[in-house]
């Protein structure tokens, strides 16, 4: 008896992307070091008592805020002087954004992510990260495929094939019969 569905078992499936080597194991290392952090809390807690983890994880707390503030701070100095002076903010004062982040690391609760936060207010450790992040980010746009973000970076504007750009504006018809459209050219 025939119901009309074909009885071959092989299906073709389109074959999926491999993931990447960050997506496979940025989950693992995460939980890795969620459970290094309550280890190392319930060792110092077991060594120093309980109201001293707790004092420690409060001071980490406020050293957090006190340097987001004061990065904060800095780049909004940075940023209105620079709009005082009509151009771009000055890299004279940078690393804002590793202050941000050593800040934020010390707001988290734990020992490791302390240390690490610790770490990053050091200047010549804020270099170090930050020309290894970048030497990062411009190999990946380098090496990127089209269609990625670093596509998107290096293809801002529409090409012709000979490379010229091509300048044009998108004009959209209207039926005379329907409302008139709210986002009609301001000019006719």
Avoid: C
Wanted: charged share 20%.
């Amino acid at each position: 008896m025939t119901t009309g569905v074909p009885t071959s078992s092989h299906t073709t499936r389109p074959a999926r992307p491999r993931r990447s080597r960050m997506r496979r194991y940025l989950p693992l290392a995460v939980a890795v070091w969620l459970v290094l952090e309550i280890w190392l809390l319930t060792v110092v807690a077991g060594a120093a008592g309980g109201p001293t983890v707790f004092l420690l994880l409060l001071a980490g707390f406020v050293a957090g805020a006190a340097v987001m503030k004061r990065a904060g701070r800095r780049a909004f100095q940075n940023l209105n002087e620079a709009v005082q002076r009509g151009g771009t903010p000055s890299s004279r004062r940078g690393g804002n954004g590793w202050l941000m982040l050593a800040g934020l690391l010390l707001m988290i609760p734990g020992m490791i992510s302390d240390a690490l936060g610790l770490l990053l207010l050091v200047p010549p450790v804020q270099r170090a990260v930050g020309r290894l992040a970048e030497r990062t980010v411009e190999r990946k746009l380098r090496v990127s495929a089209p269609g990625t973000l670093g596509d998107a970076f290096q293809q801002v504007r529409i090409h012709r094939p000979d490379g010229k750009v091509v300048p044009g504006e998108v004009v959209r018809e209207r039926q005379d019969d329907g409302p008139e459209d709210p986002r009609r050219p301001l000019t006719r």
